[in-house]
C-alpha cells in the first residue's frame, strides 16, 4: 500500500527488486489479515453449540475427550485462496480412535490428535441435504454473526448426531462399510475384536483395490494371521 511505500522511505514502482517484493509482500499480508479477522466472527458465532455441547475451543478447532480412548474433533478451515474481504471456509469432522489408531500402520497414535489424524472423518456437506462438499463463502456484505449461526445449526442437525454415532467402534464400522473403506473397516474390526469380520473386509478391500493387495495382506499377516487359532474363532458380524 501506499502507506507502507512510505514507511520504507520510497514508491512501489521505484523500488529495488528486494523491496519491492517486500512492499507486495505487506499487502498480501494486510488481504489475508483482513479476512482472517472476519472468520474470526464466523468462529465465534459457531463456537457456543459447540461448547454447550462439552467441546473446548482451541482457535477454530474443537474437541470433546468422549474417553480415555475415544475425541470427537471439529474445526472450520478456511480455504488458503482467501484475500481480502472475501473467502471460504468448511468445515471438517473426525472421530479419533485410539485403539484403531494403534493398527493403522501409516496413523500412529498421537497425544493431541487433529481431524487429519482420524480415520473416521468426514466433512459437514456431505452429511447436509446437499451431500456434496460444501464450503461458506463470505465477502464485505456477509452478516459473519448470523452466518456463524447458521452453521453451528447445520452442525446441531447433521454433524453432532455423526460424531455421536460414530463414537463407538461398531458405529465407526458401519460408517466405513458404507463409504465402502473396507480395509479401514477391516482395523476397526479387529479393534472390536471380531477377527472372523476384519478377514472378510480385507477380502471384500482387495476386490476393490486390486493394486493394494500387497499392502493389504501385509497388514493382514503383521496383525491377524500371527494370532492362536483359538482368538480367531468369532463369529463375523452381518
Not at 7 to 16: Q, V
Not at 184 to 210: Q, V, Y
Amino acid at each position: 500500500t501506499a502507506g507502507h511505500d512510505r514507511f520504507l522511505g520510497l514508491e512501489a514502482h521505484s523500488a529495488p527488486p528486494l523491496l519491492s517484493y517486500v512492499v507486495r509482500r505487506l499487502q498480501v499480508l494486510d488481504a489475508m489479515s483482513a479476512t482472517q479477522n472476519m472468520m474470526k466472527v464466523v468462529v465465534a458465532s459457531f463456537a457456543p453449540a459447540l461448547k454447550a455441547a462439552g467441546y473446548r475451543k482451541q482457535g477454530a478447532r474443537f474437541r470433546e475427550e468422549v474417553s480415555p480412548t475415544v475425541v470427537r474433533l471439529v474445526n472450520i478451515q478456511s480455504s488458503q485462496w482467501n484475500m481480502g474481504s472475501e473467502g471460504r471456509f468448511c468445515v471438517n469432522l473426525g472421530v479419533y480412535h485410539r485403539d484403531l489408531a494403534a493398527l493403522h500402520d501409516a496413523c500412529p497414535v498421537v497425544e493431541s490428535p487433529l481431524v487429519q489424524h482420524c480415520v473416521v472423518k468426514e466433512r459437514l456437506g456431505f452429511l447436509m441435504p446437499v451431500g456434496k462438499d460444501h464450503w461458506w463463502s463470505i465477502d464485505s456484505k456477509t452478516d459473519l454473526v448470523a452466518l456463524g449461526s447458521e452453521v453451528a445449526s447445520a452442525w446441531e442437525e447433521y454433524g453432532k448426531p455423526w460424531l455421536n454415532s460414530n463414537s463407538t467402534l461398531e458405529g465407526a464400522r458401519e460408517f466405513l462399510v458404507w463409504r465402502n473403506w473396507h480395509f479401514l473397516a477391516a482395523m476397526t474390526s479387529l479393534a472390536i475384536g471380531n477377527h472372523d469380520d476384519a478377514h472378510h473386509w480385507l477380502d471384500e478391500a482387495i476386490k476393490e483395490w486390486p493394486s493394494g493387495k500387497e499392502r493389504i495382506e501385509a497388514w493382514r499377516a503383521a496383525h491377524l494371521l500371527q494370532l492362536p487359532p483359538a482368538s480367531r474363532r468369532t463369529k463375523r458380524c452381518t
